[in-house]
């Protein structure tokens, strides 16, 4: 992971936080099959719990900072540089750039525990819960789909949709990203081993087609 | 391996979800006036039923909310899927009122949003082959 | 190679029609129906009885189980029974006269946390005040007894020790079955398959017949041995059992050369192995989490055993599965046994073995019989009678059991 100069964080802090999936950069780097499926970790980001009911007042307060809370399963919501996703019908997760960050001078999470207010429902600061693992290419689908059992085929699953399911027998948020990407959020603790798995998955498209 | 229609997020495997036994088993009024026989019943004795069984599931990898099936289980035939608070829909009995899962006592929805699902929706006949919610699950 | 399997005798068993009466009717010809019966016979003269079995003899959890006999449980209370059990499993083959292949190869149960340790080592001690042969191994000497055991500290869950019991081992199921039914057949009890009970007679709260798709069969006594199906002969009867029954499996690998010397256990990981005697690698798995009748299980959790079985076995990665199947436990809250009177004068129940009964079968024989006899429970099966939850004196055995449920 590289370094962003320009956040330094509280205290240095920053400097020295690594990502959970960082240890893998090269095997990631190495496994990927260019024009086939390639997989690296993402950037960090700035991730908050937000359980809240949408129909409430202190909802349409959350909505009005986020860009709209998703109404239903897959849905995602947001503006450019937040994305909102329906993990439950009174719990979204709210995923935004790094920057966006309190303690590196941005104020989502604030903002957010602002709109909530006194009103019923919890704004948690989450962003060091999950990492990202972005997998893309003509590939992707087919290496994800040896180890989820959605309906992964574009019919159904489209690019804007994000589920709460299983890849590998890890709980992830996977969200499709764009007709041919994808990201998939793990818990930190899980990144080792769904990184590894999912190269694992990658490997048949590295190797000479058995005519 | 079964395949289990969430009320929140259509159908998805049994791997997914969390088993909560019994379903509609209240917490009694007045504990403090339990003999030891009633407690025993609450605490160590639920239904063994060989045949349609309600019970509670939770959908743990996705939506986390509780809800009721009723299955047998002796074909593991998923016979109907409905939200906690709501009476268990007997085959002779009028299928209930639509009912707010984040209404009964021990859902963990937080607020009052959980949607209005179809009390009686099955397995089946609701869940599309999409991995997204079924129909009329949310409103 | 593996050693030659015993002949069969040349007689086995009588298949009677039910008589109109009998002194005592068992319910369930399973070990735990054959050993009550065959205790029954010889220990307290009843030979006017019967076993109705719904199916074929031992055709239920007798012949779905991986065939572990051990005794190391944590509890003054199991030890008791399970090492009483132990012993009788010492003397059993030559008092059937049939060579059941019981094998004390010892059983191994592994430890992979910190707490496991700890919980491992307390019951070893345990065990050790109780008479019971358990020992502590660290991880070399677990290799050294089972050396395709992988103890390489670089898996999820590394093998930190285990508790081993030497006098543990494996016995053939089928045969045990068959040794317990010559005995009772040789000893005047009509063991009488395809019999379904379908309710019961009563004279107010005194049971006095059974009713069954063969007729009506008049009896003083009535035990229950039915396993996964109690709770449903209980409704019959008018009484309720704390128990839920659960599916769980097992499996079987093509036929191998001797490679597993002894039996592994892990809690854990979830995965119990032992070689059978004519090379068949025979692995058990975890119970699937909701209630079912259906003698069948989920592919998700042989999965998951497959997974735990691979990583601590390297070596059975190019094994082929040949066979699974599932039987019907029947477990309690606190993973013990209930064993003793019911709400029902004149009726008794054994059951709620769960995921361990095979092991117990000798003991449930031996004081499921005392109580049928004698209408008061043995010494051994006293701690586990109905009444204990509501005393609250529960045995919680679960992490003896071995299989999570």
Partial sequence: ?211 | MLLISCPNCGSRDETEFHYGGQAHVAYPENPNELNDREWAEFLFYRDNTKGAFAERWLHSTGCRQWFNMLRDTVTYDIQAVYPMGAARPDKSAPAPESGTASTAPDSTTTGTAAPSIAATSTATSTAPASATAPEGATK | MADLLPEHPEFLWRNPDPKKSYDAVIVGGGGHGLATAYFLAKNHGMTNIAILEKGWLAGGNMARNTTIIRSNYLWDESAAIYEHALKLWEILPEELEYDFLFSQRGVMNLAHTLGDVRESMRRVGANKLNGVDAEWLDPQQVKELCPILNINDNIRYPVMGATYQPRAGIAKHDHVAWAFARKCDELGVDIIQNCEVTGFVKDGNRVTGVKTNRGTINTEKVGLCAAGHSSVLAEMAGFRLPIQSHPLQALVSELHEPVHPTVVMSNHVHVYVSQAHKGELVMGAGVDSYNGYGQRGSFHVIEHQMAAAVELFPIFARAHVLRTWGGIVDTTLDASPIVGTTPVENMFVNCGWGTGGFKGTPAAGLTFAHTIATGTPHELNKPFALERFETGALIDEHGAAAVAH
Avoid at chain 1, 41 to 66: C, L, N, Y
Avoid at chain 1, 128 to 156: I, W, Y
């Fill in chain 1, 1 to 211: 992971m590289a370094k962003t100069a320009a956040l330094t964080g509280v205290n240095g802090l920053r400097d020295i936080r690594r990502s959970p999936a960082s240890h893998l950069a090269e095997a990631l780097d190495a496994g990927s099959v260019r024009g086939q499926v390639v997989l690296n970790e993402g950037p960090f980001q700035t991730m908050a719990g937000v359980r809240v009911d949408p129909r409430s007042e202190g909802g349409s307060r959350i909505a009005a900072v986020t860009g709209g809370l998703p109404v239903r399963c897959g849905e995602v919501t947001g503006t450019d540089s937040i994305s909102v996703l329906w993990l439950g019908p009174s719990e979204f997760l709210v995923v935004a750039p790094e920057a966006a960050h309190d303690s590196l001078g941005g104020t989502l999470i604030g903002s957010l525990v602002e709109a909530l207010g006194d009103a019923p429902g919890q704004v948690v600061d989450l962003s060091a819960n999950r990492t990202t693992f972005e997998l893309s290419g003509p590939q992707a689908r087919a290496v994800l789909e040896k180890g989820c059992a959605l309906d992964l085929h574009p019919r159904s699953f489209t690019p804007g949709t994000a589920l709460n399911t299983e890849v590998g027998n890890i709980p992830v948020v996977l969200e499709k990203t764009g007709e041919e990407s994808f990201r998939l959020f793990p818990r930190a603790s899980f990144a080792d081993f769904l990184g590894r798995w999912l190269l694992d998955a990658m490997r048949e498209y590295g190797s000479p087609e058995v005519p």
